[in-house]
């Protein structure tokens, strides 16, 4: 691990009072389109500094339980297999017994934060995705750990009946095809963005009914790039921030093992919006998960 200048909301909280932590992953090497988001951990820290701490979502504050910001992970850059070891080792440690808020990079390094989860929990989770995209091809310009691979990867590891991806826009036929025979389940951002708040949670809340531990991988490029300009990839027609941090916090309960916030991308950002609204939403998630019971991951 590598400490940073910044460190998340100023203020890292202690280990006795509080067992979340932030964990950053600034690693982009799969990045296809436009490269930068291993600065999205120290952009999104810097961002933070400036946000106040209070949740009207939750009627509470990360003031007194700030997570902990355990630093980055060390990532070889141009090789995801190695770094994506790191990442995993790192996720099975620290997910023992608290929870993490992992920090990309680009989106393949979900696929090493729930492997080292499988590891933790001895079985597998249930994994909501939000994404623009499927992210289902077999391999990306021949590479299988590349970030328009990884629900694929995912869903090798922990079965497609027990992955939904909401909120995608973008995809081709052939892997939307294959997502439906892996039995993935899907809320596109078409229909979604035609449901009301309490029929998309009540969706996401039939899917996880049966699931021990859950797991959130949240791809800013989900937000429409109006909000969120500063991605790798962006695609019109996405979903608003408020109505995604409501559903966020909603599905948010105590069997949440971990999440990660990923692709965002500093370099390509309009005034640091977007990390601005990446620090935002790990304020409300932290916020909400500091306010429901701790419950360790069920083994
Ligand atoms: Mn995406």
Not at 127 to 134: G, K, M, P, S, T
Not at 141 to 155: I, K, P
Not at 282 to 291: P, Y
């Amino acid at each position: 691990m590598i400490s940073n200048p910044y460190v998340f909301l100023g203020v890292s909280g202690s280990r006795d009072r509080t067992k979340l932590s932030f964990v950053g992953i600034p690693f982009d090497s799969t990045s296809s389109f436009r490269g930068g988001s291993r600065f999205a951990p120290i952009n999104i820290r810097q961002a933070s500094q400036s946000l106040e701490t209070y949740s009207f979502r939750s009627a509470s504050s990360l003031e007194d339980n700030p997570p902990v910001d355990e630093g980055d992970v060390s990532v070889v850059h141009g090789s995801a297999e190695a770094t994506l070891r790191n990442v995993s080792a790192v996720s099975e440690e620290l997910l023992r017994f608290r929870k993490v808020g992992f920090i990309g990079g680009d989106h393949i390094v979900t696929y090493g934060v729930v492997e080292g989860l499988v590891k933790a929990l001895g079985k597998t989770p249930c994994v909501l995705v939000f994404d623009a995209h499927l992210d289902f091809r077999t391999d990306y310009l021949g590479f299988r750990y590349s970030h328009a691979c990884v629900t694929r990867r995912v869903n090798e590891l922990v079965g497609g009946s027990n992955v939904m991806v909401i909120g995608f826009r973008a995809v081709d036929s052939k892997e939307l095809r294959e997502a439906r025979e892996a039995r993935l389940n899907m809320i596109n951002a078409y229909e979604l963005t035609k449901m009301t708040l309490r029929e998309v949670s009540g969706k996401v809340g039939d899917f996880l009914s049966t699931c021990e531990n859950t797991y959130i991988s949240f791809d800013m490029d989900v937000l429409d790039p109006a909000y969120a300009p500063g991605v790798a990839t962006p695609e019109p027609e996405g979903l608003q921030p408020t109505f995604t941090i409501d559903l966020l916090t909603r599905v948010a309960d105590e069997r949440l093992a971990g999440f990660d916030l990923v692709e965002v991308n500093p370099l390509v950002d309009v005034g640091n919006v977007t990390s601005f609204l990446a620090a935002k939403i790990l304020v409300e998630l932290f916020t909400k998960l500091t306010t429901t019971p701790f419950k360790q991951p069920v083994r």
